[in-house]
């Protein structure tokens, strides 16, 4: 249970740089950069899928 608590504690960094990425993705939006908005994100979700594959399925 340790485990599962401490991992999910460090799921929050890339959480966090993806909350800031997807803000800027709407900023992007709202500014009619819609190729750009959809870039980044992609690039906001991938940054929390991956670690997240990695802490929860590779790390054990």
Same mark, same amino acid.
Do not use: C, E, Q
């Given at each position: /249970? &340790?485990? #599962? $608590?401490?991992? *999910?504690?460090?799921? $929050?960094?890339? /959480? &966090?740089?993806? =909350?800031?990425?997807?803000?800027?993705?709407?900023? #992007?939006?709202?500014? +009619?950069? +819609?190729? &750009?908005?959809?870039? %980044?994100?992609? $690039?906001? %979700?991938? *940054?929390?899928?991956?670690?997240?594959?990695? #802490?929860? =399925?590779?790390?054990?």
């Amino acid at each position: /249970m &340790g485990n #599962l $608590l401490s991992d *999910s504690l460090l799921l $929050l960094v890339p /959480m &966090g740089v993806a =909350f800031y990425t997807f803000t800027y993705a709407l900023w #992007l939006w709202r500014k +009619k950069n +819609k190729v &750009g908005a959809v870039g %980044v994100f992609i $690039l906001a %979700v991938i *940054s929390v899928i991956y670690p997240g594959f990695v #802490l929860f =399925f590779v790390h054990r």
